[in-house]
């Protein structure tokens, strides 16, 4: 099984972009 360097950075894009995300999300709710 080969390791695809596109997935490895894919998926640390899409793990900082969603991190990203939830933390504007929890900002949000705060008052």
Known sequence: MT????AII???I???YFGW???SLLDR???
Do not use: C
Not at 3 to 6: A, K, T, Y
């Open 3 to 6: 390791i695809d360097p596109v």
């Open 29 to 31: 709710s705060k008052p």
């Open 14 to 16: 899409l793990a900082f």
């Open 10 to 12: 894919v998926s640390t």
């Open 21 to 23: 995300l939830a933390r």
